[in-house]
């Protein structure tokens, strides 16, 4: 199993608590996005997207997309589950997850930050801006979510590490990226502090990661 990382890469720091939980350890390839990489030939030919994280469990194609990677895993690798039996529960953890992964994190990439700065020369501060926009966004309807409805528990869906509680954690470290502060977001501050209690969680940070600034 190898898996295509970049220690600051938000989408992949949700894979690697995916394979932490499951007790997997992939080799690790670096596609530095800050180098630009990702947009080498031969990564162009393992993610036409050219984005991370893949993965390639036996022999090719690449498996791309942090979710369809963790539900991958979680199919393969069903124990710990990572997703509740109930269809209901199942539709709202994924819905959680997805106000992450699909309504926010994709505007904040590198290639859309590049794209503001260079197609429309806004500068770093109005990029930063921007990032902090979509940022909040996702917290505050994660945290009506969480806030309001019983489904709530410990983690994001009752006292059982979900999908959501993963997507949740890569939020709040790209909250911390891009100085947003976590504390009108009680909720989200209590699940993501109890989430990186454990050890999957703390040890695929960000900052944990080969190349990550001390």
Known sequence: MKLFSFWRSLATYRVRIALNLKGLTPEVIEVNLMKGHQRDPQFRAVNPMMAIPALVDGEGPALFESLAIIEYIDEVHPKPPLLPRDPKARARVRGLAQIVAADSHPLIVPRVREYLAQEFKIDEAGVLKWAQHWHKAALTALEEHLATEKD???YCQGDTITLADICLA??????????????????????????????????AHPLKQPGAPA
Not at 173 to 186: E, R, S, T
Not at 195 to 202: G, L, Q, R, T, V
Request: hydrophobic residues 45%.
């Open 152 to 154: 709530t528990g410990t």
């Open 170 to 203: 890569s939020q709040a470290a790209g909250a911390n990226f891009f100085k947003v502060d976590l504390a009108p977001y009680p909720t989200v501050a209590r699940i993501v502090a109890t989430c990186m209690k454990n050890d999957a969680f703390a040890r």
